[in-house]
Structures are given as C-alpha cells and as structure tokens.
C-alpha cells in the first residue's frame, strides 16, 4: 500500500471526477461549493485540469493510493500584482482514507517545494472537513 503525491495530469480527470462525487458532492452540507459547480463534463474536467498544468502561479496535487485518488490540494496565487505574494489552498481527502495523515503529506509536499513551481510568502487555506 503505497501513497503517491504529485502534480495532477489531465489523465486524472475521471479519477478526480468519482473523487468529487464521492467526497464533495456527497455531503453538500460542508462544503461552500454547490453539486453543479464542481461535477464537471469530462472535457470541463480535462481543461480545469489543464489550467492548472499551465499556470505558473497555481497547482493542483493528487494522493493516489492503490491507483485511485483519495486526495487533492489546489493552490493559486492571487491575480493582483500587490497580492501576488499570497495564495489560496483548498484540501479534501476521501471519506475512507481520512485518518492515515494524507492531508498532512500532501500539505508537507506542497510547503516543503510547491512541485518547483510556487514562491510565496503568505498562504490562506479553505478547510472542508467531512
């Protein structure tokens, strides 16, 4: 049983699609998102992922235990130049795989290096816990 972190690729789209339907939209009452905001098509959720993998200033991370995703961080850094120094995370781990310090490795992965992408020096973070 081996955990693997790392950048998400547009290959993930269906993985992070039963994702959300299983942790996210499952249980509306604790997240701020709404059901059809988040369940995209799967070439809405191939672009989504795609715009992550070209933005310099965001990225957005996978867990993958046993080929099938159980985490995901998304990070972006904010649009305005007096604001560029700060970001935005959000973090969700599946129901079933909550426990095992998933959440903790793939903040530790993102703070220690940002996958070589991120630079900033303030972070704020949106927490969901389900």
């Known amino acids: 049983m081996s955990l693997i972190i790392r950048p998400a690729l547009v290959t993930d789209a269906a993985g992070i699609r039963d994702f959300l339907e299983e942790t996210i ?51 972006k850094t904010k649009k305005r130049k007096r604001l560029a120094h700060t970001g935005e995370f959000g973090i969700s781990v599946r129901p079933g795989s909550q426990d095992k310090k998933i959440g903790q490795k793939m903040l530790d992965s993102f703070f220690m290096n940002g996958h070589g992408r991120i630079q ?11």
Request: charged share 25%; aromatic share 8%.
């Open 25 to 75: 939209v499952a249980e509306t009452r604790f997240v701020i998102s709404l059901p059809e905001e988040l369940l995209l098509n799967p070439e809405q959720q191939s672009a989504w992922i795609k715009d992550y993998e070209q933005d310099p200033d965001a990225i957005l991370i996978v867990a993958e235990l046993e080929q099938k995703i159980v985490g995901v961080l998304d990070f």
């Open 120 to 130: 900033v020096s303030k972070r704020l973070s949106s927490v969901f816990c389900i």
